[in-house]
């Protein structure tokens, strides 16, 4: 009889990277509902409802950040925060045509950071290298007994 596959543990930066990003999002959307006024603020005015959509957003970044430590959410909770930082974009993007917050270059050079959010937010919607040997490990074999070919 042989022995179950280990799944060897993650790397400890691996672990810590994880759990700051999902950090980042429960503290974030956290923050839309404490302080809801500094979010409305840089709605664009084109959107309606700016409170609702401040209140919507900021339970989103909260399921997606406690999404991800969850491990059989942790793909579509990433694929709804990579959708979400593409979404929050234009509020970004008031914020700096605006100058609301802060100062003009502090606006502007964030803007660009979005980028790697969307990308660490990617790593997380690809397939752990255990959830593909488990998938491979449930596809039968070619030269399984009773399979033709």
């Not at 003009?104 to 290298?129: C, E, F, S």
């Amino acid at each position: 009889m042989s022995q179950p596959r280990r799944v060897q543990p993650k790397h400890p930066f691996h672990v810590v990277a994880l759990a700051l990003f999902a950090m980042l999002f429960v503290a974030g959307g956290i923050a839309h509902f404490v302080i809801p006024q500094e979010y409305v603020r840089i709605v664009p005015p084109q959107l309606p409802w700016p409170r609702a959509l401040v209140y919507v957003s900021g339970a989103c970044e909260v399921l997606g950040g406690l999404g991800l430590l969850y491990r059989p959410v942790r793909r579509a909770a990433a694929w709804g925060l990579v959708v979400l930082l593409v979404a929050v974009f234009p509020a970004n993007l008031h914020m700096a045509l605006a100058g609301i917050g802060a100062p003009g270059w502090v606006l502007w050079a964030r803007l660009p950071l979005q980028v790697p959010l969307i990308g660490w937010a990617w790593v997380y919607t690809r397939k752990d290298k255990s959830e593909t040997r488990k998938d491979k490990s449930q596809q039968p074999r070619k030269d399984a007994p009773g399979r033709k070919g």
